[in-house]
């Protein structure tokens, strides 16, 4: 059974960093694609980054450009989501998602899978 765990949300201010990481378990972590997604209050699912199967290519949402960073660690089976110079419009759940095929073309859409329960953050002074 796929899981996936998040961690490291919280309450920062304006200008700070988070780190969030996301534990897999379940499946084959190396042969996926694995992407962050947001969802801030009363919106719907907004795509954040994906990163490829071997970790040397990844992509951004416009919005989180030069701020956000994605990596992974396949040996550790674990995403990472580093995220500096965080913004309010940054509020929002994350949720590590799981590409739904190891055939998923990285530098396509994102097309999402199974993902874990979220972790908050909330960017307010």
């Known amino acids: 059974e796929v899981h996936l765990e998040e961690s490291g949300g919280g309450l920062v201010q304006p200008g700070g960093s988070l780190r969030l990481a996301c534990e897999a378990s379940?499946?084959?972590?190396?042969?996926?694609?694995m992407y962050w997604v947001r969802q801030a209050p009363g919106k719907g699912l907004e795509w954040v980054s994906s990163?490829?199967?071997?970790?040397?290519?990844?992509r951004y949402t416009d919005s989180v450009k030069g701020r956000f960073t994605i990596s992974r660690d396949n040996v550790k089976k674990a995403l990472y989501l580093q995220m500096n110079n965080l913004k309010p419009e940054d509020t929002a759940v994350y949720y590590c998602?799981?590409?739904?095929?190891?055939?998923?073309?990285?530098?396509?859409?994102?097309?999402?899978?199974?993902r874990g329960q979220g972790t908050q953050v909330i960017v307010s002074s």
């Open positions: 998602v799981k590409a739904p095929s190891q055939a998923t073309n990285f530098y396509l859409d994102p097309v999402f899978g199974s």
């Open positions: 379940g499946f084959t972590f190396d042969i996926f694609v």
């Open positions: 990163i490829n199967r071997n970790g040397d290519d990844s």
